[in-house]
């Protein structure tokens, strides 16, 4: 259940990302420059993983 919940949060994270980017793009077109947007996450295992500082092992996950 562990790694499930982990990809949870880290598909969490990616269509977050995704969907902030057409904010941005309508933001910078109508002349407001934006500083990177700030994506805060609660789940230290998935931060691992998206800064590369913990790698996923692929045995370790559960076989439907």
Do not use: R
Not at 7 to 22: C, L, S, T, V
Request: charged share 10%; proline share 8%.
């Amino acid at each position: 259940v562990i790694p499930s919940m982990v990809e949870a949060e880290y598909g969490a994270f990616f269509h977050n990302g995704q969907a902030a980017i057409p904010i941005q793009i309508i933001l910078i077109e109508k002349g407001h420059s934006k500083s990177p947007t700030l994506i805060q996450v609660v789940n230290l295992t998935a931060v691992g993983i998206v800064n590369k500082s913990i790698k996923q092992n692929p045995t370790n996950l559960q076989k439907p």
